[in-house]
């Protein structure tokens, strides 16, 4: 039933129930090769199957130091370049090492380039839709193995102890998130990631790497807010924008029973938006000119959209009690006007939303795995990334761009 799946609960804050944010192990790999830093392929003599031995050697490393590889910007640019810096060989208690295989190219990754937000350091290694495999864990680690299938998104830890991060919602830490690229922290555009164990979601065996990997920024930012409003079934949601994130919220609020409605601003996007999902397609230039009829007026809209809209239109799109949901945060200091009366006497509401905890995490990654739901993608090897981040640039990515591992080629 649709309540089980979709909604949850919030959950004690307990430290009984913290353990339930870890998803079941539901991968495994035995993968090593040249860039491996697991205690096996470091040469020594640890069975790399050894979960006791793994984490000793690792202590045995104490000192040393390990080289990383990857592409970065060095200033405030959106053009990445080579670059390498050490990290210490010895993990700390809780820390884990992941090979990384795949990575999703996000428009927050751009901004981040540019210190669009103001939280950028330089130099500047993005990446924050990581998938890879554990290559070496600290003494700590007990809910992972080496080799398991991992993804890292957007958080890389909380304050752990408020009662948002103690009910699954670190995205929203009363002390405030610690972003997996933001104030100097790399993210995955490199060959190995140090990471918390805690904050990475074992990836099911039914999704593909290259599918995983948009979903653990821009899978989790959508469906958080549908798993939040969305509460009987056959709501009639809207999704504006079918994009990089919109044409996901497509896939998770048909799924969760909603009659969904795209609207864009491209009448060529409404045959896929169809094949998608959604039952209706409206153009944004009718919305703008109001024609949309009341028969068509809706219970929720997710704002997906990448470009400045008109709030104050959106909001007329709205049943009585509706709710807009703002995802995007366009660069500079973006504001917007709305129209107070239909707000009011239309008890209507606008609200933002911001990526995930992990709660919404592995409930993403289960309903995803459940009901088939996946990114459309473009593949590129890393090494081509500003190729890739030019086409983007330009709007010509249908629909997310992933990034393929290829540091053996350079």
Known sequence: MLASTVSTPRIAASKQNVKAFVPQAVAQSSTHGAFCHCSACFGLPVNAGSQRRATRSVRA???KTLQR???????????????????????????IDVRVTHNGLCHSDLHMALDD??????????????IGEVVAMGSMVKNLKIGDVVGAGWIRDSCRRCLHCLSGEENICEEGYTGSITFGNHGGFQDVMRFPADFVAKIPDSIKREHAAPLLCAGVTVF???????NRFGM???????????????????????NVTAIDIHDDKAAEAKSLGAQNFVNYKDVIAGKVADVEKVDLIINAAAARVDHGKLIGLLKTDGK????????????????????VFGQRALCGTIVGGRKDMTDMLDFAALHNIKPMIELFPLSKVNEAME????????????????????
């Open 117 to 130: 937000w103001g939280v950028t350091s330089y130099p500047f290694l993005p990446g924050h839709e990581v």
């Open 224 to 230: 958080a807010p549908l798993k939040r409003h969305v």
């Open 391 to 410: 086409k983007m640039k330009k709007g010509l990515i249908r629909y997310r761009v992933v990034l393929t591992e290829d540091f053996k080629d350079w």
């Open 324 to 343: 807009l949901v703002q995802i995007g945060i366009p660069g500079g200091n973006a504001t917007i006007t709305l129209p107070l009366q239909d707000i």
């Open 69 to 95: 590889r990857g592409m970065a910007s060095l200033k405030k640019s959106d053009v990445l370049e080579k670059w390498s810096y050490s990290v210490p060989a010895e993990l700390g208690p809780s820390e």
């Open 236 to 258: 009639r949601v809207a999704i504006m924008g079918v994009g990089g994130l919109g044409h996901l919220a497509i896939q998770f609020a048909r799924a969760m029973g909603c």
């Open 61 to 63: 490393q104490a000192g």
